[in-house]
């Protein structure tokens, strides 16, 4: 096993603690840590969390997300969602701040015969992994949803589905981490993480007043999401396998009073996220084009097409903000956590479309890694060289107990 002491500099009183990336899982793991005592400095190229934490819907969906022979990160998915009530709690204690956790259940629904059979699948697919759905004729989905269109055919309710307000999330871990002690540097692109002789000595910072201002620290966090691959310093080996994916994203204005829709729902091609104030959020395109960041019309067409016809509704409403996130997607689109070759080298990236899911069990596993050395069981299966054992090479202890890689 792994220590403590393996993965920081073990003399230090208060190890000093450097996140790459601000966002919600670099939040909450400095939160953690913060709280636990270090010294914890989260550096951002941008404002905190107005990358993918922002642009995202925040569904907390492990079983509509649910792919064939994803098994392992389904687990994973599943475990993030049962804590995800008691972090709410402990968060918004924390923070003083609301983030809008709602338990009203998602909805899949179908609308042509070819979109039933294919409901059909996957309502079987999550029948044989156990999870609790339920099958919806198509009058059961609008009682539950009274405006969608009369062509809904058939539905899965997913009652342990939920949802959280993401940007509000990260309006409040922010605010969670600074109250522990936290020091976030907004605007401020990590260059570099120093590396020497096997271990970590900090990070080569600049921002708007100076280049390359060395910050020593016993442990660096990689939770820079797409950003992830490309800061100098990182040996070839330990580069994350992560890409942005693209989403076009745009939101509608609903009368918060009477709102089009009150549960999660998933229309063929489309999810819509309704908040307490009554935006209905519209998502989300995949895209392979880089970090291409145009809103073009085909993309705000489709998400608006595939809207209407399940809740005609829509057409009545103001359209309130169109966006472009870029999801950190790894080569197996599972995250990337723990501990690496290089001691005091942590990985929380590659959440791909589970980011704000995966939150509270990247916070607790990686920080719990650092303060006591334990690679939680939880977050075992999706350190970085299981990449390294694909590719037919095997990870093996290197003399001093951390993981190396050998051919
Ligand atoms: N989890 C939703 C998305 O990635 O679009």
Redesign the pocket.
Same mark, same amino acid.
Request: a positive charge; zero cysteines; aromatic letters at 0%.
């Given at each position: 096993m792994q220590t403590a002491q393996n993965s920081r500099n073990g003399n230090s009183p208060t190890p000093r603690i450097a996140i790459i990336g601000a966002g919600v899982c670099g939040l909450g793991i400095g939160w953690r840590l913060a709280a636990a005592g270090c010294t914890v400095d989260a550096f951002d190229q941008g404002e905190p969390g107005r990358a993918a934490s922002w642009a995202a @819907?925040g569904?907390l969906a492990a079983r509509a997300?649910v792919e064939p022979g994803e098994e392992t990160l389904l687990d994973l998915n599943l475990k993030a969602q049962e804590i995800w009530p008691g972090f709410v709690a402990e968060l918004e204690s924390a923070s003083g701040l609301p983030v809008d956790y709602r338990d009203d259940g998602t909805m899949i629904v179908a609308l042509t015969r070819d979109d039933a059979e294919a409901l059909r699948f996957t309502y079987d697919l999550q029948k044989r992994l156990d999870l609790d759905v339920d099958w919806l004729s198509g009058i059961e989905a609008r009682q539950r949803e009274p405006f969608l269109s009369p062509n809904v055919t058939a539905g899965i309710y997913s009652p342990g589905d939920h949802q959280v307000d993401n940007r509000k999330l990260v309006i409040a871990l922010q605010r969670a981490f600074e109250a522990a002690g936290g020091a976030v540097h907004a605007q401020t692109t990590i260059r570099a993480i120093d590396i020497a002789e096997d271990r970590v000595r900090g990070v080569v910072a600049a921002n708007e007043e100076s280049d390359d201002i060395h910050h020593a620290a016993d442990v660096v966090v990689l939770a820079a999401g797409a950003w992830s691959r490309d800061i100098d310093g990182l040996p070839t080996e330990l580069r994350p396998p992560v890409r942005p994916v693209k /989403?076009q994203m745009l939101s509608l204005r609903m009368d918060a009073d009477a709102p089009l829709l009150r549960h999660v729902v998933w229309p063929p091609g489309v999810y819509l996220v309704p908040r307490n104030d009554g935006t209905l959020i519209i /998502? @989300?395109t995949v895209e392979e084009k880089g970090f291409d960041g145009d809103l073009t019309a085909g993309g705000m067409l489709d998400l608006l097409r595939d809207t209407w016809e399940a809740l005609p509704g829509i057409t009545e409403l103001s359209v309130d903000e169109m966006w472009v996130g870029h999801?950190p997607t790894s080569r197996d689109d599972a995250p990337i956590l723990g501990p690496t070759g290089v001691e005091g080298l942590i990985m929380a990236t590659g959440h791909h479309?589970?980011g704000i899911l995966l939150t509270p069990i990247t916070a607790n596993g990686v920080s719990r890694y650092i303060l006591e050395g334990v690679v939680d069981p939880a977050i075992e299966p999706f350190t970085l060289d299981r990449f390294a054992k694909r590719r037919g090479k095997r990870a093996r202890p290197a003399p001093d107990g951390k993981l190396g890689v050998v051919s």
């Open positions: @819907a569904m997300e /989403g /998502g @989300a999801r479309r589970n």
